[in-house]
């Protein structure tokens, strides 16, 4: 097989595909390398530098000489066409020695940014360093941290077109084999077209019929390791800056990796706050609307008087009210993530300050409304996994149509609907409301409640094999 000319077929004579024949005697020596996506430099002064100090050498000694004495640790013998054409668009530079002895040389390009503080998911205390779109140096900064030969790694190149790199890592004595080979079998049956983020592999993962998730997603490296000591699974795809942790329960979205590098009773209240205000993110716009609507009594006589007031130039029911604002706020949100960060601040000022003040004085809306939508908002803000921010959004607008239709008894209806849908998910056979239903005590000393660092003995029964964490 003529492997320059095969290339060249299939690329379709593409315009970064660089080819360069050298000849030493009887020898011939093609070289190929695409030059977007490796690195010139190194190709210079490694490979075509080296083989310029090559005397008359017959095949068979060119092929020893130059896997021998390239300097790179990263060369390999490259036995058919696949693997040629694999290595060649992960950025390695080919060598062709007389079109029959195949080596292949590692020469990537750095087209990733450095690592960074974290974004999205802030800290006060701990580090500040957060995962980037490079796998190495995600794997990295992982080993970095946990550095047991019992950290595992598998890998998997996913996607027909863009053999995307996914490694799955987890603490061989620590995580459930059979959880382990759950993941690995579902990573296997994967097929599809391409994987460029992480957040692709979420629908094949997602275990449960809630619209809470069963898994998150973190740039936080510290938070990845600590879910690794608890006997969960961390997924790394290549060009992704956020890392998959599973299995993950409903009380894992009101930790966060701070929450062991603080005091006990500070990060007690913490927690407690962000219980109360995903209630109040929930329950408040539905609570209110049932008032208005269908249970006035409920108020003290003064309180409802001052409502009444507020909504007498309102020319829509509460429910279409609450709905429109819900919505003019997610336009709004929406609006100040994707546009520019220079004009973010204008925007938000603009649609808070400007709009609201301009409906109230319009009587469109009361002021009322405003209040409740926008602490209902806010206090679903308190919650930083984007996922589990969209299942409020979506209990919320569900609470909301129950109330409007029946009052408070919709309001009952909605809670018990919730409670069963949660308490009925499973998650990797585990219940999802887990260490609450079924009640564990010995787990709720890092539930809503957390106790020092030094008298956690035990890790998450229902994760790890290894139930001891230190003593």
Same mark, same amino acid.
């Given at each position: 097989?003529?492997?320059? #000319?095969?290339?060249?077929?299939?690329?379709?004579?593409?315009?970064?595909?660089?080819?360069?024949?050298?000849?030493?005697?009887?020898?011939?020596?093609?070289?190929?390398?695409?030059?977007?996506?490796?690195?010139?430099?190194?190709?210079?002064?490694?490979?075509?530098?080296?083989?310029?100090?090559?005397?008359?050498l017959n095949s068979k000694n060119l092929?020893?000489?130059?896997?021998?004495?390239?300097?790179?640790?990263?060369?390999?013998? +490259?036995?058919?066409?696949?693997?040629?054409?694999? #290595?060649?668009?992960?950025?390695?530079?080919?060598?062709?020695?007389?079109?029959?002895?195949?080596?292949?040389?590692?020469?990537?390009?750095?087209?990733?940014?450095?690592?960074?503080?974290?974004?999205?998911?802030?800290?006060?205390?701990?580090?500040?360093?957060?995962?980037?779109?490079?796998?190495?140096?995600?794997?990295?900064?992982?080993?970095?941290?946990i550095k047991d030969t019992n950290l595992?790694?598998?890998?998997?190149?996913?996607?027909?077109?863009?053999?995307?790199?996914?490694?799955?890592?987890?603490?061989?004595?620590?995580?459930?084999?059979?959880?382990?080979?759950?993941?690995?079998?579902?990573?296997?049956?994967?097929?599809?077209?391409?994987?460029?983020?992480?957040?692709?592999?979420?629908?094949?993962?997602?275990?449960?019929?809630?619209?809470?998730?069963?898994?998150?997603?973190?740039?936080?490296?510290?938070?990845?390791?600590?879910?690794?000591?608890?006997?969960?699974?961390?997924?790394?795809?290549?060009?992704?800056?956020?890392?998959?942790?599973?299995?993950?329960?409903?009380?894992?979205?009101?930790?966060?990796?701070?929450?062991?590098?603080? #005091?006990?009773?500070?990060?007690?209240? +913490?927690?407690?706050?962000?219980?109360?205000?995903?209630?109040?993110?929930?329950?408040?716009?539905?609570?209110?609307?049932?008032?208005?609507?269908?249970?006035?009594?409920?108020?003290?006589?003064?309180?409802?008087?001052?409502?009444?007031?507020?909504?007498?130039?309102?020319?829509f029911p509460a429910f279409v009210e609450?709905?429109?604002?819900?919505?003019?706020?997610?336009?709004?949100?929406?609006?100040?993530?994707? +546009?520019?960060?220079?004009?973010?601040?204008?925007?938000?000022?603009?649609?808070?300050?400007?709009?609201?003040?301009?409906?109230?004085?319009?009587?469109?809306?009361?002021?009322?409304?405003?209040?409740?939508?926008?602490?209902?908002?806010?206090?679903?803000?308190?919650?930083?996994?984007?996922?589990?921010?969209?299942?409020?959004?979506?209990?919320?607008?569900?609470?909301?149509?129950?109330?409007?239709?029946?009052?408070?008894?919709?309001?009952?209806?909605?809670?018990?609907?919730?409670?069963?849908?949660?308490?009925?998910?499973?998650?990797?056979?585990?219940?999802?409301?887990?260490?609450?239903?079924?009640?564990?005590?010995?787990?709720?000393?890092?539930?809503?409640?957390?106790?020092?660092?030094?008298?956690?003995?035990?890790?998450?029964?229902?994760?790890?094999?290894?139930?001891?964490?230190?003593?």
């Amino acid at each position: 097989m003529n492997y320059v #000319k095969k290339i060249k077929e299939e690329s379709q004579n593409a315009d970064d595909y660089i080819y360069k024949t050298i000849k030493l005697d009887n020898n011939i020596i093609e070289i190929i390398n695409i030059e977007t996506i490796t690195s010139s430099s190194d190709i210079n002064n490694f490979i075509l530098k080296r083989i310029s100090y090559l005397n008359t050498l017959n095949s068979k000694n060119l092929l020893d000489f130059l896997y021998n004495y390239l300097p790179t640790t990263s060369i390999s013998i +490259i036995e058919n066409y696949k693997t040629l054409k694999q #290595k060649l668009l992960n950025g390695y530079t080919i060598l062709i020695i007389n079109n029959k002895d195949i080596l292949g040389i590692e020469t990537r390009r750095n087209l990733t940014r450095g690592v960074a503080e974290a974004e999205y998911e802030k800290t006060i205390v701990g580090s500040k360093d957060a995962f980037i779109e490079h796998y190495n140096t995600n794997l990295g900064l992982i080993r970095r941290r946990i550095k047991d030969t019992n950290l595992r790694l598998k890998t998997y190149e996913l996607g027909r077109y863009t053999k995307t790199k996914v490694a799955i890592l987890y603490i061989n004595n620590i995580a459930k084999p059979d959880l382990i080979e759950k993941v690995n079998k579902k990573l296997e049956n994967i097929n599809i077209d391409g994987i460029l983020d992480s957040n692709y592999l979420k629908q094949y993962l997602n275990e449960t019929n809630s619209l809470f998730p069963s898994l998150k997603t973190t740039e936080r490296p510290d938070l990845a390791c600590e879910s690794l000591l608890e006997g969960k699974i961390i997924i790394i795809v290549d060009n992704s800056p956020e890392v998959i942790i599973l299995p993950t329960f409903f009380i894992d979205f009101f930790h966060t990796s701070d929450d062991y590098y603080q #005091k006990s009773f500070n990060i007690t209240f +913490i927690r407690i706050i962000r219980l109360l205000a995903f209630l109040i993110s929930i329950f408040l716009p539905a609570i209110y609307v049932s008032i208005t609507t269908h249970n006035p009594d409920s108020l003290p006589i003064n309180l409802l008087l001052s409502f009444k007031s507020q909504r007498l130039t309102v020319p829509f029911p509460a429910f279409v009210e609450a709905i429109m604002m819900i919505i003019i706020f997610e336009v709004l949100r929406e609006s100040d993530i994707r +546009i520019p960060s220079t004009m973010g601040n204008a925007v938000s000022i603009l649609g808070g300050l400007v709009l609201g003040e301009a409906a109230v004085n319009a009587g469109i809306v009361s002021p009322i409304m405003i209040i409740v939508i926008a602490i209902s908002a806010i206090s679903g803000l308190l919650i930083q996994n984007i996922d589990a921010i969209n299942s409020i959004r979506w209990y919320r607008f569900i609470l909301i149509i129950l109330s409007s239709i029946f009052g408070y008894y919709g309001l009952y209806l909605g809670i018990i609907l919730i409670l069963t849908n949660l308490t009925d998910t499973k998650n990797q056979e585990d219940n999802y409301l887990y260490p609450f239903v079924p009640i564990n005590l010995e787990e709720q000393k890092d539930g809503f409640l957390k106790i020092t660092n030094k008298k956690l003995k035990k890790r998450n029964s229902v994760l790890s094999n290894n139930k001891v964490r230190g003593k």
